[in-house]
C-alpha cells in the first residue's frame, strides 16, 4: 500500500519538475503523468475517490504519508500550499488529461493563496473534471468556511454544465441534485452565510455566478415558503439552471454591453425554450423544474416571453425563480448599469410587483432578507459605518451588524460585531441603533463574507 501510494505522488511530483524544464508534450512531462494514470487505477476498485492532503507539512494519500521527500516532491508540496491547496481529491474516473491539466495549473498558477472557490473556478475552466479540491476538517470548522466552499461547489458545476451544452454535451442532473442539495442544507443550517456570498460578483464570471446566486435566493425563498424537501431542490436546481438555454445563442451577443436590437432582444428571447429543451434531455430533472426553466420570463402580468396561451397555468415556483434573478440582477454591477444596494433593489422590485414580479413573493423577500439586507452599509446613532452581517433572529429585532469605520470615519483594524440590543448603562436604551443607509461609494470596497468570517473567528 504505501509504495503504491509513494508511486502516485511521486509521478505527479516529477511531471511537475520536469515541466519547468520541458514543454507539456515532452515525454519527461507526459510519462509520469500517465505512470500516476495507471497507479492510481487500482485504488478505484473498491473506493470512490482518493484524498491527497497536505498535514503539519506531510504530504498524506488516503491516510498513508510520504516521509521520504525527493526534490521534485518538495516541489509539489510547496506549490500546493503557495496557492492555497490544502486537499485534492481524485475522483473515480480521472484522466490522464485531468491529471495533466492539473499538473500544468500548478506549474502556470502564480498567485499565491487564493480562496478554494476561486480555485474550483479555475480548474473547471482548465477543463479538469475529475480532480477537485477542498477544505480540510479543521478549515471546515466554521459555517463560513464550509459555506464558501458548498457556493463554489456549485459555482464550479455550472461552469462545467454550461461548457459542456455549449459544446454539444448533455450534463448530468445528478451532479444539479446533488449541488443544490448542499446548498438548501447550508441555507437551512445557516442562511446569513449562504446569502452573504450573493453578494459576491464577479464581472467577468457574471453568468455563473448569477446562477447560483439565483439558485440561493430561490432557496431561501423556498424555505420562507415552506416548501417540502423535494419542492426546495426543484426550484434551487431551476435557479441554477435558469439561463442554461442562453449557452444556444451567440457569445456576442450574450456579451454585448448596450442596448440590443428588436431582432437581437428577439433572439435572447429563445433562451428559456431552448432551456426547457436541454433539461428535457437530463438526468434527474423533475417536469416542474424545466416548466420554471421555461416559464421564469413569462412576468406575473403573462407580458413576458414566451407568451403564454389563454389557458396555461404559470407555476408558482416560476414566479420564485424570477424574483430571486430580478434581485441578483439588479445588486450586480453590469456594463450597462451600476448595481443597486440591496435595499435600493428591493425598493425597485416594489415598483414592478403585481406586473413583472408577483407581488406577494416581494413582500416574502423583504421580509425574508429584513428592511437592511445582508450587505447593507448602515450609520448608526454613534456615527460609526456598520455593515448588515445577518437577519433578526425569528425575522424580529435588529439585524446583525459589524463596525467597519469609528466615528471620525477611519476603519477598524478589524471588523467589530456589536449587539444593537446592547443597553446604554445610563438610559437602559440600547446603545447603538441604525439611523440610515450609508452610500458604498464613499467608502473602500467590503468583502462581505471576509468580514462575516472575521467576526466569527
Known amino acids: 500500500m504505501e509504495s503504491a501510494v509513494a508511486g502516485v505522488v511521486r509521478s505527479l511530483g516529477a511531471s511537475l519538475k520536469n515541466l519547468g524544464l520541458y514543454p507539456a508534450t515532452h515525454p519527461l512531462v507526459r510519462t509520469p503523468v500517465e505512470k500516476c494514470h495507471t497507479e492510481l487505477a487500482p485504488f478505484f476498485a473498491d473506493r470512490t475517490e482518493l484524498a491527497l492532503t497536505v498535514s503539519d507539512g506531510t504530504l ?118 446533488r449541488v443544490v442539495r448542499e446548498m438548501s442544507g447550508m441555507v437551512s443550517r445557516n442562511r446569513d452565510a449562504m446569502l452573504a456570498l450573493t453578494l459576491i460578483k464577479n464581472f467577468d464570471e457574471y453568468t455563473y455566478n448569477h446562477s447560483v446566486n439565483v439558485s440561493v435566493l430561490s432557496l431561501a425563498m423556498a424555505e420562507t415558503l415552506g416548501l417540502s424537501e423535494s419542492e426546495r431542490i426543484g426550484v434551487g436546481v431551476a435557479g441554477l439552471l435558469h439561463d442554461v438555454g442562453k ?59 414566451p407568451r403564454p396561451d389563454p389557458e396555461h397555468r404559470i407555476n408558482s415556483h416560476s414566479y420564485v425563480v424570477a424574483v430571486a434573478d430580478c434581485y441578483d440582477a439588479l445588486t450586480t454591477m453590469r456594463s450597462y448599469q451600476k448595481a443597486q444596494t440591496p435595499r435600493q433593489a428591493l425598493e425597485i422590485m416594489r415598483k414592478l410587483a403585481g406586473k413583472s414580479l408577483d407581488p406577494d413573493l416581494v413582500e416574502l423577500m423583504e421580509r425574508s432578507l429584513g428592511v437592511y439586507p445582508v450587505g447593507t452599509m448602515v450609520r448608526l446613532n454613534t456615527m460609526e459605518v456598520a455593515v448588515v452581517t445577518g437577519t433578526p433572529d425569528g425575522g424580529k429585532g435588529e439585524p446583525k451588524v459589524a463596525i467597519l469605520f469609528d466615528r471620525s470615519g477611519n476603519p477598524l483594524a478589524a471588523p467589530q460585531g456589536v ?5 446604554d448603562p445610563s438610559s437602559g436604551r440600547p446603545r447603538r441603533t441604525i439611523i440610515g443607509t450609508v452610500n458604498p461609494l464613499m467608502h473602500p470596497p467590503v468583502s462581505i463574507s471576509g468580514v462575516l468570517q472575521a467576526i466569527s473567528a
Open 247 to 305: 449557452t444556444q445563442l451567440a457569445l456576442d451577443l450574450i456579451r454585448k454591453p448596450g442596448t440590443l436590437t428588436v431582432d437581437e432582444f428577439e433572439e435572447i428571447k429563445k433562451h428559456p425554450e431552448e432551456g426547457f429543451a436541454i433539461l428535457g434531455k437530463m438526468t434527474c430533472i423533475q417536469d416542474s423544474t424545466r416548466a420554471v426553466v421555461r416559464e421564469h420570463h413569462m412576468r406575473f402580468d403573462r407580458t413576458g416571453y
Open 60 to 177: 498524506v494519500l488516503e491516510g498513508v504519508p510520504i516521509f521520504q521527500l525527493t526534490s521534485s516532491l518538495e516541489l509539489f508540496m510547496a506549490r500546493l500550499g503557495a496557492i492555497g491547496l490544502p486537499a485534492v481529491i481524485f475522483e473515480h474516473g480521472v484522466s490522464v488529461e485531468d491529471i495533466e491539466l492539473f499538473v500544468r495549473f500548478l506549474h502556470e498558477t502564480r498567485e499565491q493563496g487564493l480562496p478554494i472557490p476561486e480555485i474550483k473556478s479555475r480548474l473547471a475552466r482548465w477543463g479538469v473534471t475529475h480532480i477537485r479540491v477542498t477544505a480540510t476538517d479543521e478549515e471546515e470548522s466554521d459555517d463560513f468556511t464550509l459555506a464558501r466552499e458548498i457556493y463554489g461547489n456549485a459555482l464550479n458545476l455550472v461552469v462545467r454544465a454550461l461548457k459542456d451544452v455549449r459544446h454539444g454535451k448533455i450534463p448530468d442532473g445528478v451532479e444539479s441534485d
Open 419 to 423: 449587539d444593537l440590543k446592547e443597553p
